[in-house]
Nanobody
């Protein structure tokens, strides 16, 4: 079993910054992709940013130029640096990891979510 724990959410004024962290633990052989998603009440979960094992990144158009995703492979950790935050960035942010367990089974694990609130 692979556990994923997020941290770093909170309340910030528009124009401010927050940094989210996500650590995966458990029987992990390899993590392929790590990503951040967000979901507002009544809406579908949407991709914010993702990063592959080789460092390739993908961003939602709405966050390009403002958010930066990075990862520490040795620590099985992914970060999301969020700058120039806007009220419309207010959501619950979820971390997702995809990889292979120590016994060779594929996994896709989600964290419990962390609230980000941006005040105007």
């Amino acid at each position: 079993q692979v556990q994923v724990v997020e941290s770093g959410g909170g309340l910030v004024q528009a124009g401010g910054s927050l940094r989210l962290s996500c650590a995966a633990s458990g029987s992990i052989f390899r993590i392929n992709a790590m990503g951040w998603y967000r979901q507002a009440p009544g809406k579908q979960r949407e991709l914010v940013a993702s990063i592959g094992s080789g460092g390739s990144t993908n961003y939602a158009d709405s966050v390009k130029g403002r958010f930066t995703i990075s990862r520490d492979n040795a620590q099985n950790t992914v970060y999301l640096q969020m700058n120039s935050l806007k009220p419309e960035d207010t959501d619950v942010y979820y971390c997702n990891t995809v990889g292979t367990t120590g016994w060779g089974a594929p996994f896709r694990s989600w964290g419990q979510g962390t609230q980000v609130t941006v005040s105007s």
